[in-house]
């Protein structure tokens, strides 16, 4: 599974990364991270376990200090600035622009790796930067000071930056920080129809393939094709939201004991924190309503309450991540 | 929303073969406007004196014509004075918009940084050596000064840049520290002032408070080769700060060389500083003033910092505008002329105090 595979435009090869004399991520082995082309990866882990720091080293923000970041076979180190900015395009962690920049001027300036000092509104560039706010759906905005937009607006604006920059690789920090729900899906949605565009065969463009790191594990299942599971600066899993998300793992990494069920509308994993920490009996009424979609056979198992039945779910859990699936052909 | 449409009519692609540029009519607007309050804030100047010339009289020498007692005037007494004080304050402008951009933060300009300080400190070390030494003065004048000047500054702002450095530059650091160091510098400059002999503290005070008085074509020429030298880099440098304002990260992600930019801005921007500190003295507030009546006046075709072209033409018609009041009484009604950096201490002053309360009261400006 961490073999560099040849076709993986990007990848870390056994990095080690840190600030000053602090080592954050690969400690005892170098990180290995290849990122699966045309596939939308989601780096996940808890806070300071060094997600987002292997996204900078993957975009050359940070250099490591072991092992290298290979951008289409080179070593990203060795590469200018300019020309990786020409195939990778990188959104840090809640960019602020100045006051007073319009939409239109924010997008365009995601034509820098492509622009000379003597040549700044190309006809190129006016092309990319309409198709990027015509992406983000910001076309009718794109005259507005993008102080006065709404959260979710912004976050597009600076995402059609990134795209205004046209790369096949897109890199996002927690692009959906300090959103709320309706705005991190509008943004989780649109990150996805680029990696996936809906007119692939009528002259669109084909997917890119994009890095997000996440905080929200039920977004991730629902939104990543790859899941890569960092903890204490080490790849602990990856690999489908399926396979990452058992109910060992979250309890592992993040420490939260949780079930893990089939969401009922995506298929995927749902993952279902148990109320406390220390709860080791859950209460009859907590699991209800997640299940409550589902047909007699969770009813029969909520009436009976008794431990054995949870622990019988429990299992079944572990041995199976589609346990509603499974019990719907039964 | 009207005036998001207004704004998208307001600006031109121009395509020339392989150059092109978006052209703002607001930002051209407020370029021709500052272009032309120059040219009367010139002509005024140049009119006014102890031999009061009206204002044809000094079109007319301008434009190569005018009687000869008008010519001498103009050409020999008040241009040489005039046109330092245009380059001067140009320099400044161009400097504080650097500068301002470069930190992100509206209170980052030279005369607050003590960027002028450290090079007013280092050219007063060779003013009071050029006294002691007077057989010696005319080279040290001439060589000295604008070397010293220069060094002062490059060495206060490597400083800065030195301690406020943190994986990074951050433009709240960088002021405070700033504003450290210049207190440090002031209280070597004052240092020196006591040390030395009362004549020679006398004419280091003078070129203290920032005078445009007495000043020739030899300033003329060096602010303006200055200009000449800045004003160009500065303005190609505006591309790369165009990506430096979203942030260090952002910029890198660009494909911006952070460190390379950062370290060409600075050093055009303390050039300018220390250029004009040669020329004129530290005239303070200008540079801080100045880059924020250009943003606004500019808008949203500023395109989120101050804009260098606009900042120079403004920095210059304030320069001459405060030395033509100084220098002519106009509001203090004394026989002495004022220099010119107590006039724009005079307007700055309030305008720093504005600046800090409205970002006291957590607004950013």
């Known amino acids: ?76 180190e060795s590469m200018p600035t300019r020309v990786v900015a020409q195939h990778l395009a990188l959104l840090p962690q809640s960019p602020t622009a100045p006051e007073g920049l319009t939409v239109r001027d924010l997008v365009g300036r995601g034509r820098h790796p492509h622009q000379r000092w003597f040549s700044t509104a190309s006809a190129a560039d006016d092309d990319a930067v309409g ?3 015509a992406q983000v759906g910001l076309t009718d905005l794109a005259d507005r000071v993008v102080d006065e937009l709404s959260g979710g607006q912004r976050q597009r604006a600076w995402i059609a930056l990134a795209l205004a920059q046209e790369t096949d690789l897109l890199l996002l920090d927690e692009p959906t920080t300090f959103l709320d729900l309706c705005h991190q899906l509008e943004v989780l949605d649109l990150v996805h129809s680029l990696v996936h565009p809906p007119q692939v065969g009528q002259g669109g463009r084909a997917g890119r393939t994009a890095v997000v790191v996440l905080h929200d594990l039920n977004l991730t299942a629902r939104y990543a094709d790859h899941v890569v599971a960092v903890q204490d600066g080490a790849v602990v899993a990856s690999g489908t939201p399926a396979e990452v998300f058992t109910e060992e793992l979250l309890e592992q990494v993040f420490s939260v004991r949780a079930r893990v ?47 054995t039945t949870d622990q019988n779910t429990d299992q079944n859990t572990d041995r199976n991540t589609h346990p509603l699936t499974a019990g719907a052909t039964r | 929303m009207s005036a998001g449409l207004l704004e998208a009519r307001g600006a031109r692609a121009v395509r020339v073969g392989p150059v092109s540029a978006r052209l703002h009519l607001r930002m051209l607007g407020a370029v021709l406007v500052a272009a032309a309050l120059l040219v009367v804030v010139v002509a005024v100047d140049l009119s006014r004196g102890s031999a009061q010339l009206g204002l044809g009289d000094v079109v007319g020498v301008l434009t190569g014509g005018g009687e000869a007692g008008a010519r001498f005037v103009v050409t020999e007494l008040r241009l040489p004075r005039t046109a330092t004080g245009a380059a001067v304050g140009a320099l400044l402008g161009l400097s504080g918009a650097l500068l301002q951009a470069f930190a992100r933060n509206p209170l980052a300009s030279p005369d607050i940084l003590g960027v002028d300080r450290g090079a007013a400190a280092g050219a007063l070390l060779v003013i009071l050596a050029a006294t002691a030494l007077p057989a010696a003065a005319g080279p040290l004048q001439a060589v000295g000064v604008p070397v010293a000047a220069g060094a002062g500054a490059l060495a206060t702002a490597g400083l800065i ?27 070597l400059i004052s240092f020196m002032l006591i040390g030395a002999r009362l004549e020679w503290a006398a004419e280091a005070v003078r070129y203290l408070s920032g005078s445009l008085s007495g000043r020739g074509y030899e300033q003329v020429a060096q602010a303006g080769l200055a200009l000449a030298v800045l004003l160009p880099v500065a303005l190609v440098l505006g591309h ?37 500190v040669v020329a004129s003295g530290p005239i303070g507030f200008v540079a801080l003033l100045v880059p924020q009546v250009a943003l606004r006046l500019a808008g949203s075709a500023a395109r989120g910092r101050p804009p260098v072209l606009l900042s120079a033409l403004l920095g210059s018609a304030l320069v001459v505008a405060a030395d033509c009041v100084g220098r002519t009484g106009l509001f203090f ?24 309360v409205r970002r006291a009261r957590g607004r950013t400006v």
Do not use: F
């Open chain 1, 1 to 76: 599974m961490e073999s560099t595979r040849p076709e993986n435009r990007l990848s870390a090869r056994g990095i080690r990364l840190g600030y000053g004399d602090r080592v954050v991520v690969g400690r005892d082995q170098g990180l290995d991270l290849p990122v699966p082309d045309g596939a939308l990866t989601v780096v996940v882990g808890p806070n300071g376990c060094g997600k987002s720091t292997v996204l900078r080293a993957l975009g050359r923000l940070l250099r490591p200090s072991a092992g290298q970041v290979l951008l289409d076979g080179r070593a990203i």
């Open chain 1, 131 to 133: 198709r990027a706010l």
């Open chain 1, 261 to 307: 069920l089939e969401d009922p509308v995506a298929g995927g994993p749902l993952i279902v924190p148990l109320p406390a920490r220390h709860a080791v009996v859950l209460p009859s009424g907590a699991a209800a309503p997640a299940r409550a979609t589902d047909q007699t056979t969770d009813q029969t198992t909520d009436q009976n309450t008794d431990q």
């Open chain 2, 161 to 187: 840049y030195a301690l406020a450095w943190r994986r990074g530059v951050e433009g709240a650091r960088l002021v405070l520290i700033g504003i450290g160091i210049a207190a440090a510098l002031q209280g």
């Open chain 2, 240 to 276: 790369r700060l165009d990506a430096l304002v979203l942030g260090d990260d952002s910029a890198r992600a660009l494909g911006v060389g952070l460190q390379r930019s950062q370290l060409a801005v600075l050093l055009v921007s303390v050039a300018a500083a220390a250029a004009a």
């Open chain 2, 333 to 356: 009604a004394l026989s002495n002329e004022v220099p010119v950096g107590v006039v724009t201490s005079v307007i700055g002053a309030p305008y720093l105090m504005w600046l800090l």
